[in-house]
Nanobody, 126 residues
Framework: QVQLVESGGGLVQAGGSLRLSCRASARTFSEYYAMGWFRQAPGKEREFVGRIIWSGGNTQYSDSVKGRFTISRENAKNTLYLQMNSLKPEDTAVYYC??????????????????WGQGTQVTVFS
């Protein structure tokens, strides 16, 4: 399985921006159909944020972040990014990088070969 390490989280004022990074080791992102980001706020379930299809680069996002967040990749560095703009206090959560996010019905899960990163905390204050 791929090993994923996130970085870039922190404390930011509402309206500000952060960029999260996710670096892979042991395997390369190109071995997966897609890579993505999830988040989990205190007391809530982990929720899908967005994903990028590795071949072609198509992206899709949850309605709550569409137009504010952008997923990108840097193949040479085997790194995935999540650019977060116009942050809101409700974006506060632990953000997880995910290999092989898959939609089953209406629920996003990891595919059989998928992996989670350890998570990075994002806190947005007003």
């Amino acid at each position: 399985q791929v090993q994923l390490v996130e970085s870039g989280g922190g404390l930011v004022q509402a309206g500000g921006s952060l960029r999260l990074s996710c670096r892979a080791s042991a395997r390369t992102f190109s071995e997966y159909y897609a890579m993505g980001w999830f988040r989990q706020a205190p007391g809530k379930e982990r929720e899908f944020v967005g994903r990028i299809i590795w071949s072609g680069g198509n992206t899709q996002y949850s309605d709550s972040v569409k137009g504010r967040f952008t997923i990108s990749r840097e193949n040479a560095k085997n790194t995935l990014y999540l650019q977060m703009n116009s942050l809101k206090p409700e974006d506060t959560a632990v953000y997880y990088c995910a290999a092989d996010p898959t939609l089953i019905g209406t629920k996003w899960i990891l595919g059989p070969g998928g992996s989670w990163g350890q998570g990075t905390q994002v806190t947005v204050f007003s």
